[in-house]
C-alpha cells in the first residue's frame, strides 16, 4: 500500500465513527484537523470534539484509534486530542450541514 491508499482508507475508517448524540460522523463534523501519515506508514492525528466537556470523548477517540490501527499497513496511531482552533459548525461538511439542519 501507498501512503496515498493509506490516507484514503483512514478517510473511510473515519466516515465510520461516530459521536454517540449526533448523527454525523467525525470525518464530515470537521472533527479530524490533521492526518500524517509517515513512510515507515505510522500515523499522527489530530482532532478535536464539538465541545471539551464531551461525555463521550474516551469513547470516540478510542473508536478511532482502533479503527485505524485495524488498517492493513498501518504500524501505529497516535490520537491527538486538541481544541486549538476551537470547532464550530463552519467545518463541518455541507452534508453534515444538510443532515443537522443547518442549511
Same mark, same amino acid.
Given at each position: 500500500?501507498?501512503? #496515498?491508499? !493509506? +490516507?484514503?482508507?483512514? !478517510?473511510?475508517?473515519?466516515?465510520?465513527?461516530? @459521536?454517540?448524540?449526533?448523527?454525523?460522523?467525525?470525518? @464530515? #463534523?470537521g472533527l479530524?484537523?490533521?492526518? &500524517?501519515?509517515?513512510? &515507515?506508514?505510522?500515523?499522527?492525528? /489530530? $482532532?478535536?470534539?464539538?465541545?471539551?466537556?464531551?461525555?463521550?470523548? /474516551?469513547?470516540?477517540?478510542? @473508536?478511532?484509534?482502533?479503527?485505524? +490501527?485495524?488498517?492493513?499497513?498501518?504500524?501505529?496511531?497516535?490520537?491527538?486530542?486538541?481544541?486549538?482552533?476551537?470547532?464550530?459548525? /463552519? $467545518? $463541518?461538511? /455541507? +452534508?453534515?450541514?444538510l443532515?443537522?439542519?443547518?442549511?
Amino acid at each position: 500500500m501507498t501512503k #496515498l491508499e !493509506i +490516507e484514503e482508507r483512514i !478517510i473511510e475508517v473515519l466516515k465510520t465513527v461516530f @459521536d454517540p448524540e449526533i448523527p454525523v460522523n467525525v470525518y @464530515d #463534523l470537521g472533527l479530524i484537523y490533521k492526518v &500524517d501519515v509517515q513512510e &515507515d506508514f505510522s500515523v499522527n492525528l /489530530d $482532532m478535536t470534539l464539538t465541545a471539551p466537556n464531551c461525555p463521550a470523548a /474516551d469513547f470516540i477517540v478510542e @473508536d478511532v484509534r482502533q479503527k485505524i +490501527e485495524a488498517i492493513t499497513g498501518v504500524t501505529s496511531v497516535v490520537v491527538n486530542l486538541v481544541f486549538e482552533p476551537e470547532w464550530n459548525k /463552519d $467545518m $463541518m461538511t /455541507d +452534508e453534515a450541514k444538510l443532515e443537522l439542519g443547518f442549511m
